[in-house]
């Protein structure tokens, strides 16, 4: 070995551990494991097998902090293969694309899209422009976009509608299966929570064989208050930055949630799972403020229930039997829970719109108190 590639290796060295230990992890990397089942291999929503998550992350300037993140629930043209989904509302101060068509024919015939407040619109044009190209689509005449958002306008030039539809487009292009990113990317690019920096979150599930080995995977955009509560901890108060500690203090804001699960369930059934999600979230400390759109969207991709579109009069479905839910209902509860805590353990501190800062939650301090209620495993 030379002397200069040698001294190239010494050079380098104290930046690759310095980037090692700049890397922010997971909340299970650092003993927070929420709730008695295992996740899956990669923790994450795309442990559903068929789903894909992409994102688009558009950082420009000093004033532009946003995204977009597209979830799709198979590698099909689901317009003309569509799942069977469910929309549950905790708070219904939002903006949800495609809701009504959702809640009356409990079903979904594109992929998810989430954005910012602004850009919703954009993202709908653009979606059903994707859905319109597909091959076998040449003569659709009516497409039920879904696209969720939250307000990203603390660290985000909202105004400026700096979302496209090339982002959406590439966003939904980008879409892989496997490990997925999380904290200040895409759609939770400009996002904050209880006061810290937080963004995209995902966790999965996966029952054991007795209860079907069926996986729940959950995806969050998460940009809410409350008063931040980590495994029954209450952080928030500890690090003493929590809504309601001055008088006039209130912090508004909302979370998309996604749940996916291979289980074969019907509209129905769905809309009873997304309805626990709803308990995953308040173990987090938000009380669903006034002013927060707290929205889930549940959606099977067993193709079982698959609802096909050139069907004939009569079609064949296979459903997994209601007393079999709960522990559904327990995996989704886990899964939404831990994605949350991941949406703000891995974001950093950022800077945007008219110079606010919005500092990273204290990864240090947090274990620090973990420790002090005997919480880390």
């Not at 660290?155 to 904290?183: F, P, S």
């Not at 129905?268 to 889930?296: C, E, I, N, Q, W």
């Not at 479905?317 to 891995?346: D, G, H």
């Amino acid at each position: 070995m030379s002397h200069f590639i040698l001294f190239l290796i010494l050079l380098f060295i104290p930046l690759i551990v310095q980037s090692q230990a700049d890397e922010r992890l997971r909340a299970r990397d650092i003993g927070i494991k929420p709730g008695i089942f295992s996740p899956g291999k990669n923790n994450a929503i795309t442990d559903v097998q068929g789903v894909k998550v992409g994102h688009r992350t558009i950082i420009e300037g000093t004033n532009i902090r946003t995204g977009v993140t597209a979830i799709i629930p198979h590698s099909g043209n689901i317009f003309r293969e569509k799942v069977p989904a469910a929309i549950e509302l905790g708070n219904a101060f939002g903006k949800l694309v495609g809701y009504p068509q959702v809640q009356e024919l409990g079903e979904l015939e594109t992929p998810i899209i989430l954005t910012n407040t602004l850009s919703t619109w954009t993202a709908a044009s653009a979606l059903v422009e994707y859905t319109l190209r597909l091959r076998g689509n040449e003569h659709v005449r009516s497409v039920n976009p879904v696209v969720g958002e939250t307000n990203d306008a603390r660290l985000n030039d909202i105004r400026g509608m700096h979302v496209t539809r090339d982002h959406i487009l590439e966003a939904l292009e980008k879409a892989t299966d496997g490990a997925v990113e999380e904290g200040a990317v895409g759609a939770g690019t400009g996002t904050t929570s209880f006061g810290w920096k937080s963004g995209i979150g995902t966790s999965s599930r996966l029952l054991p064989e007795q209860y079907g080995s069926y996986t729940v995977g959950v995806l969050v955009q998460s940009n809410y208050g409350g008063i931040l509560t980590i495994d029954g901890v209450p952080v928030g108060k500890e690090l003493d930055q929590y809504m309601f500690r001055d008088a006039d203090e209130q912090e508004d804001g909302s979370i998309m949630i996604i749940v996916a699960t291979d289980a074969p369930l019907p509209s129905s059934y769905l809309k009873r799972l997304a309805r626990r999600a709803l308990v995953g979230l308040g173990r987090t400390g938000t009380p669903m403020t006034h002013g927060s759109g707290d929205f889930v969207i549940a959606f099977s991709t067993s193709e079982k229930i698959r609802i096909p579109t050139d069907a004939e009069r009569e079609y064949d479905q296979t459903i997994l039997r209601q007393s079999a839910l709960t522990p559904l209902f327990q995996a989704v509860v886990e899964a939404t829970e831990e994605a949350i805590y991941n949406s703000l353990f891995k974001a950093e501190a950022m800077t945007g719109y008219r110079g606010t800062t919005v500092e990273a939650l204290p990864v240090e301090k947090v274990k620090e108190i973990m420790k002090k209620y005997n919480r880390r495993q």
